[in-house]
């Protein structure tokens, strides 16, 4: 067989390093195509002045722009055969990414812990996104279930790691020159600033965008993700291509522009449920609670820590049932910090 | 409330000037993508080489790269509560816009008019398209029916502002350095020059495209346009999804190369209807009516102005019916100037 | 008439040279589309540094994005009025293409026959993109069944040029500087090299791509190729949009990354057939047959000799039926060389 097969639960172990395939190089292509596929206006990503005067030498691409340039390249080595996608700690945006860049990933295995059906276990591997200079430029704990290739091998070890369920925020990367001292309000789109934001606030983001098949397609190709049920209407009994779930994420995070504009760069991520699956023709709309502030030690620059939830337009606040289930509108529950200026 | 409720009638109040947000940074990305979303074929535009032939440093985007980029970001200021796109007047492309540019918008306010019902006002807007060195690459007047946040509220002063039913030949800004002396008919795809073109003349272009829903809303996105009826079945009774007018205007122009493969570049828009909506599932066709021609003062050069017509499958010629009004099928009645090859 | 009506049979007389209109300037754009529209995975054309330790200045654009421009400028000229397309050969890519590159085409007839029915007549032309310099950087034949405009015209004297049936390996053009010595498996996806396939080898490439139409009419306008079926459902009786060809073809290389990952660079096309029309909604699958193996003379190169067969959801290895015809599920049947390492 040359074709890969994915990794089974068997396959991983405490440790391991993988080096995972096809390095891309980004261009202003990726960033024009950002913008046809999501909603995306916040201003640091959109123009290279605007950029410039905030101390950077032109528009980063857009922080989840990485983010699933890196996360496609682990797919065939990590979630091939994976039955469910747990969860994420400890993302960190650690350098800006710029058109002309190239990213490769590496993942280490960081934590396995067999199901007690004997059938599948859950592998943790810490993931960092490389440029062409070897510099991380973001690194991110993810946890899948994996299923076994063999139902009676023996159980590994069981390791689980410990994991910060938050980034602290004096951990937050502060991309090298940012400076918001002479943010432009009007040109960012809201005159909100640190000051305007309030733990346990709660902001609908109002706009909706109903989700296309050829879109959701395209962002899933364009990062290269190959993961089968995405693309193939054979690959469920439903015949329904479930949707990338960052495909949500940068949906959700975009829409969000509406009420949080001045969240200019995701600086962190620090936990993340895909909470319901998504497909085409459903409307997706997003609300966002803020979870904390911090200052930073970086000129006219605070942090603010955000909840974003995309949901199929249930109503901003409305998350999970008595029981602490989610409720079923609700696809994504993102835990991220934001630079914004002060 | 942190998110854009956009402005009302009362909100808007002559002499006003508004600053509209996020500046865009255009690269080859979104030429690229011009290129997938329209049939896109004249080669000022295509090729960087036969620019430098025209006398230009290198292929600037298409005037409607320009337009739609401009107007997008006048979008949340003006047209959120828009009821109607009432016309354009006095669109005049001031300067090329090159990959790399970095496009700002800004309007003043130079009309009001409350309609008779007290629920609703005209409201009439220059808008301005500045690059990163300010220099203004495109202007046009754009009015709307906006509705009133308060039906008891007091009318304001009527303004009506007296515009150009035409803009003047001698006002068509002819780019720096352009010169169709050695103009290559060959490469350009048709062999018709200024002279045989006559005012009167119908051009049927014959093609035609089925319009997808991922198509006008990719290319609504990419402009950075957020009117909530182009993304959300939610938001019309019929569940349907309103095409942007600008979709079918380029969509319009792309398809009349067949026929005007020589009106290399738009100088001019002197007015324009949306005269039926378009929806996803339409088959979009053009014909193009020859109002008038100018001499330019420029080497080789000449300008035809031109009735470019959108409709859904309607013959070429048919506008109107006896009482003056458009066709069930007309969708665009465009009326614009070009510069042609002499 | 100022539009295009084509060119019928009667048009075509061998030792014409077409010179084919609009130049295109490739960018990061198209790559990035192409990325967006297939699931292409080939380091080389995904990674700029890959292709530097490759010998080549950058990552070039795919073979393909190539073959697809070169080919789009022809249509107006040659197949508007065709029939049938009928097959190619002697395609070969003679110098990569790079971003910031323009293209452009010229096609000489070769050869004409008139069918037995008086009706049509088969046409083959030679077909060469040229970049800005000049140069020749792919080339092919082609021939396609094409109507005549008046039954009753006479026939031409037949000639049918003698094409190879296949592309010798002594004639497979190595890019300048190509070198696959410092060859780094592991960035590239699998371990196999040119001594791990044997002719008479079937690979499955496992996955498969449900197809949409706004994807494959974004993929054939990004082309400029204008054939009016591929947008307009009112072309066939059945208000299907039939897919061109090349984008299943693309489609088809772009799965083969899976059990292919190094066949990186395609040197030459021998063959190719459409077998069956493709529409939306068709799952497209792909299997290969190595054909053939043969030195280069270039270090740490080889080249395969490969079928590339697209169907839908067909099994790996199923093609043709007792009376050799093609099985119903089988959309192209594609022979072509590509350079793999050592």
């Known amino acids: 067989m040359k074709t890969n097969a994915g990794r089974f639960f068997e396959d991983f172990a405490v440790g391991q390093e993988i080096i995972h395939a096809v390095p891309r190089t980004l261009s202003g292509g ?4 950002y913008h046809a596929l999501y909603p995306a206006c916040h201003a640091i990503h959109s123009s290279d002045e605007f950029a410039r ?53 590496v993942s280490e295995v960081i934590g396995v812990k067999q199901n007690s059906n004997g059938k599948s276990g859950v592998v943790w591997v810490r993931t960092t996104g490389l440029n062409q200079r070897d510099e991380a430029v973001l690194s991110y704990v993810r946890w899948v279930m994996v299923k076994k290739r063999d139902v009676g091998s023996e159980a590994p070890e069981t ?40 733990a346990g606030e709660i902001i609908d983001h109002v706009d909706g965008v109903t989700i296309e098949e ?29 949707i990338y779930g960052g495909h949500v994420m940068s949906l959700a995070r975009a829409l969000s522009f509406n009420g949080l504009a001045n969240a200019q760069l995701i ?71 934001a630079f914004v200026p002060v």
Not at 78 to 89: D, H, R, T
Not at 300 to 329: C, E, F, H, M, W
């Open 267 to 337: 600086a962190a991520i620090n936990g993340g449920s895909h909470a319901n699956p998504c497909f085409a023709g459903d409307t997706v709309t997003a609300w966002s609670e803020v979870l904390d502030k911090a200052e930073v030690d970086a000129p006219g620059i605070g942090a603010l820590r955000l909840r974003l939830v995309a949901s199929k337009g249930g109503a901003a606040g409305a998350l999970k049932d008595g029981a602490g289930k989610y409720n079923p509108d609700v696809l994504l529950d993102l835990d991220y910090w």
């Open 53 to 105: 005067s905030s101390g950077l030498p032109e528009a980063p691409l857009d922080g989840l722009i990485g983010f699933h340039t890196v996360f496609g390249k682990t797919v065939p080595d990590i979630s091939l055969n994976a039955v469910a996608n747990l969860g994420y700690a400890e993302g960190r945006f650690l350098k800006p990414i710029y058109t002309g860049d190239t990213l490769r990933s």
């Open 214 to 242: 050829a879109e959701h397609m395209m962002a899933t190709r364009l990062w290269q993700n190959t993961a089968k049920v995405h693309f193939d209407t054979r690959q469920r009994p439903d015949g329904r291509r479930l």
């Open 30 to 33: 990726e960033r024009a195509l």
């Open 159 to 198: 390791v689980i790691p410990k994991l910060n369920p938050v980034v602290a925020a004096d951990d937050l990367p502060v991309p090298k020159g940012l400076n918001f001292s002479g943010y432009d309000f009007a040109l960012a789109g809201e005159p909100h600033r640190f000051a305007d934001y309030e």
